[in-house]
């Protein structure tokens, strides 16, 4: 006897099991029928599924399909993220190439991005530096403290209800500041003492569900290359400050890297966008375009 098809949200994927949650709060264990597993699209923390619970005397139910996505992260691999939440801190060193990495490809997806700067009690400049950096992308920055709590209100505030992504390096604090927002009680460790680096302490990502709050607590991470397939000239699109100065520049084509009477150029050297973030943009830019030409090979 065929029983009826249940609907849930993934919530963690471990080897070949997956804990999905229903709207109702039940949790089960699910491995993913043949017919998922031949679409070699593998469920993720946060993908909406159809699945048949365990019948009697059975170990797990069967993940019978995913729905369709709304976006998609590939790094840290999670689906349906509407907000993405770089944490950053003073220690480990912030790396805001990477920062700009995860931010080109979050704005493809239409998420909305937050930046939420950890360890205040160790500087507190750090985040006013960050917010004037990204304001021009239209990107908040909270500072924020774990321990303390400073901060964290607002950071809640700006979440809202919306399934939001904690991103970023280890080390920075992801999961103790998910634990200070949230009462949970994830795993968090130390700095490596000799190069004060994260230990990689989160290892999977799970989507933590509770008080009003929807969040993923992800692995921390260090690289992420440039997107392969895309086209050059799509990366500036992803960078919300440029828009003002789109039509402006001397050739209609400009990539705003090193061409003559390029409008963003000069917006960057008068200030009026972050020349950092710009500098970053060429170098993500370079990568973008060597990809691009080896994209047959
Ligand atoms: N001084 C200070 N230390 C903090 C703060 N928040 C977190 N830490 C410390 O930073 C270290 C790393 O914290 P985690 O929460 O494990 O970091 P994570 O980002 O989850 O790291 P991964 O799981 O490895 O990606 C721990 O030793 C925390 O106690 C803070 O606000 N201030
Ligand atoms: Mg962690
Ligand atoms: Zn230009």
Same mark, same amino acid.
């Given at each position: 006897?065929?029983?009826?098809?249940?609907?849930?949200?993934?919530?963690?994927?471990?080897?070949?099991?997956?804990?999905?949650?229903?709207?109702?709060?039940?949790?089960?264990?699910?491995?993913?029928?043949?017919?998922?597993?031949?679409?070699?699209?593998?469920?993720?923390?946060?993908?909406?599924?159809?699945?048949?619970?365990?019948?009697?005397?059975?170990?797990?139910?069967?993940?019978? &399909?995913?729905? #369709?996505?709304?976006? !998609?992260?590939? *790094?840290?691999?999670?689906?349906? $993220?509407?907000?993405?939440?770089? @944490? /950053?801190?003073? &220690?480990?060193? #912030?790396?805001?190439? !990477?920062?700009? *990495?995860?931010?080109?490809?979050? $704005?493809?997806?239409?998420?909305? @991005? /937050?930046?939420?700067?950890?360890?205040?009690?160790?500087?507190?400049?750090?985040?006013?530096?960050?917010?004037?950096?990204?304001?021009?992308?239209?990107?908040?920055?909270?500072?924020?403290?774990?321990?303390?709590?400073?901060?964290?209100?607002?950071?809640?505030?700006?979440?809202?209800?919306?399934?939001?992504?904690?991103?970023?390096?280890?080390?920075?604090?992801?999961?103790?500041?998910?634990?200070?927002?949230?009462?949970?009680?994830?795993?968090?460790?130390?700095?490596?003492?000799?190069?004060?680096?994260?230990?990689?302490?989160?290892?999977?990502?799970?989507?933590?569900?509770?008080?009003?709050?929807?969040?993923?607590?992800?692995?921390?991470?260090?690289?992420?290359?440039?997107?392969?397939?895309?086209?050059?000239?799509?990366?500036?699109?992803?960078?919300?400050?440029?828009?003002?100065?789109?039509?402006?520049?001397?050739?209609?084509?400009?990539?705003?890297?090193?061409?003559?009477?390029?409008?963003?150029?000069?917006?960057?050297?008068?200030?009026?966008?972050?020349?950092?973030?710009?500098?970053?943009?060429?170098?993500?830019?370079?990568?973008?375009?060597?990809?691009?030409?080896?994209?047959?090979?």
């Amino acid at each position: 006897m065929a029983t009826k098809s249940l609907r849930g949200t993934v919530v963690q994927g471990i080897g070949s099991f997956y804990t999905v949650r229903t709207a109702e709060g039940e949790e089960y264990i699910l491995r993913a029928q043949k017919k998922v597993r031949r679409t070699r699209l593998s469920p993720l923390p946060g993908d909406e599924v159809l699945f048949s619970p365990p019948v009697e005397g059975s170990e797990h139910g069967w993940l019978e &399909e995913i729905l #369709p996505r709304k976006t !998609l992260c590939l *790094r840290p691999p999670v689906a349906n $993220v509407e907000t993405l939440i770089i @944490v /950053l801190a003073p &220690e480990p060193e #912030p790396d805001l190439m !990477l920062a700009d *990495r995860q931010i080109a490809r979050a $704005v493809a997806q239409g998420m909305r @991005v /937050l930046i939420a700067v950890n360890k205040s009690d160790l500087d507190d400049r750090l985040a006013a530096g960050l917010r004037e950096e990204y304001a021009g992308a239209g990107i908040p920055v909270f500072p924020v403290c774990a321990l303390t709590g400073a901060g964290l209100p607002a950071l809640r505030e700006a979440m809202g209800g919306s399934l939001c992504c904690f991103s970023g390096q280890s080390g920075a604090g992801k999961s103790t500041t998910i634990n200070a927002l949230m009462h949970t009680d994830r795993e968090t460790g130390d700095l490596s003492r000799k190069i004060a680096r994260g230990k990689n302490t989160t290892r999977t990502a799970v989507l933590l569900e509770k008080e009003g709050l929807r969040v993923m607590d992800t692995a921390g991470f260090s690289l992420l290359e440039a997107e392969r397939n895309l086209p050059p000239e799509t990366l500036r699109e992803r960078y919300t400050e440029f828009l003002p100065y789109e039509g402006k520049c001397r050739f209609n084509e400009c990539l705003h890297d090193s061409e003559p009477g390029c409008a963003v150029a000069e917006a960057a050297k008068r200030g009026e966008i972050s020349p950092a973030r710009w500098q970053r943009y060429r170098m993500l830019l370079a990568e973008t375009r060597e990809n691009w030409k080896n994209r047959f090979g």
